[in-house]
Structure formats: C-alpha cells, structure tokens
T-cell receptor, first 118, second 114 residues
Framework: AQTVTQSQPEMSVQEAETVTLSCTYD???????LFWYKQPPSRQMILVIR??????QNATENRFSVNFQKAAKSFSLKISDSQLGDAAMYFC???????????????FGKGTKLSVKP | DGGITQSPKYLFRKEGQNVTLSCEQN?????MYWYRQDPGQGLRLIYY???????QKGDIAEGYSVSREKKESFPLTVTSAQKNPTAFYLC?????????????FGEGSRLTVL
C-alpha cells in the first residue's frame, strides 16, 4: 500500500522569505501523480500544485514550485516570497495512475502547519 | 460558478442518532468521495463512487453509509454504529481522464456529537 509522510508538523517563515515543506512517499508503482493542497482556516482544500510522475520537469505555479526526486521518492514544496495569506495547513497527496486501475482517491499525509510572521 | 456544496456546515447530534450530510456538485464529474479529517490525522477515505448507482468502501467505512442515485448528489449518513463520529467531513469530486485527476473539494461539514 502507498503511504505519504510529512515529517514537519509545523513550520514557520518570515514574510517575504522562502520556505520548503517536505514530503516523502512510498510506492512500487511507476505511474502516479503527486499534489500539494492548502487548507486555510476556512477549512476548504485548495489545490496548490500537481506533478505527473512521468514528467521530469518540476512543476511551478507562480510563487510555488516543487522539487520532485522520483528515485528518492521525495516531493517537496517551495514557497517563495511568502505572504501572510500563505499561512495554512499544507497536505501532500498521492494518486495511483489510471493504468493501474486507480480508483482516483488521494492518499494524504498528515499535514504541515505553516505560520507566516510579519 | 461550478463547485461542490456541502450542508450543513455545522451539525450537532446526540448519541444514538443517525445524521445525513449532504454533498451536491454541479461540475458534472463522475467520481465522488467522502473523507474524514481529524486533528493530526490528515484525511482518510470513507466511501467513494465512480458512477451513479455504484459505490465502494474506503479505509474507514464502518459506521457510515452512502447512496448515489443521481450524478450530482452523494449524501453520507453517519449512523449510531460509528463509535467516534465527531470530526470534519469533506466531500470531493473528480472527472476521470481529465488533467492529473485532482480532487475538487467542498467547504466541509463539522459534526459534533453531544
């Protein structure tokens, strides 16, 4: 079974600085997808960034980028120029590829709470 | 705007009572999911449905039931058999074959058992 591990329960960053959140996963599959979701105090889950395992290039969305190391099974999230609105819980998630008969559900890590100091 | 609507946002229940959480989507997505969120536990899958009139148990289905009579609706019933129902419940949907298959979430329902 696949597992997702986020080893940092809490992180803190100064406004305008850069922070990296860690995520590792365990799988024997070669076809899969990885995601980072943000959950602000409103509790709604918002997709931050996605990465297809077959793509070597790291995904980027504005101030958010990932460092995807497939061999090491690592998928870290870098937030540049941190803003007060970035304060939230961040969840790393894994989905099996469709060719493996994926049911489409995501497997989540336990989350990292990010605080942003003004 | 397309999205997922969960209701009620807050719900209180006495022990021994069943309660149903509503989830409606207008995204026209085939697959729908229910997750439970507890502090420090991340999200755990309760039930999912890939098509109307079909659904499957997730990792923690005991004490819960669902139905999928319409594509846009996937209600979750928390029964009296659920030993620890106080939690935050999230409904999600996705369209298989579209993009990376990310889930789109509702705003959640907070259930408290008194």
């Amino acid at each position: 079974a696949q597992t997702v591990t986020q080893s940092q329960p809490e992180m803190s960053v100064q406004e305008a600085e850069t922070v990296t959140l860690s995520c590792t996963y365990d799988t024997s599959e070669s076809d899969y997808y990885l995601f980072w979701y943000k959950q602000p105090p409103s509790r709604q889950m918002i997709l931050v960034i996605r990465q297809e395992a077959y793509k070597q290039q790291n995904a980027t969305e504005n101030r958010f980028s990932v460092n995807f190391q497939k061999a090491a099974k690592s998928f870290s999230l870098k937030i540049s120029d941190s803003q007060l609105g970035d304060a939230a819980m961040y969840f790393c998630a894994y989905r099996s590829g469709d060719y493996g008969g994926s049911q489409g559900n995501l497997i989540f890590g336990k989350g990292t709470k990010l605080s942003v100091k003004p | 705007d397309g999205g997922i609507t969960q209701s009620p946002k807050y719900l209180f229940r006495k022990e021994g009572q069943n309660v149903t959480l509503s989830c409606e989507q207008n995204l026209n997505h085939d697959a729908m999911y229910w997750y439970r969120q507890d502090p420090g536990q991340g999200l755990r899958l309760i039930y999912y449905s890939q098509i109307v009139n079909d659904f499957q148990k997730g990792d923690i289905a005991e004490g819960y039931s669902v139905s999928r009579e319409k594509k846009e609706s996937f209600p979750l019933t928390v029964t009296s058999a659920q030993k620890n129902p106080t939690a935050f419940y999230l409904c999600a949907a996705r369209q298989p074959g579209q993009g990376a298959g990310e889930l789109f979430f509702g705003e959640g329902s907070r259930l408290t058992v008194l």
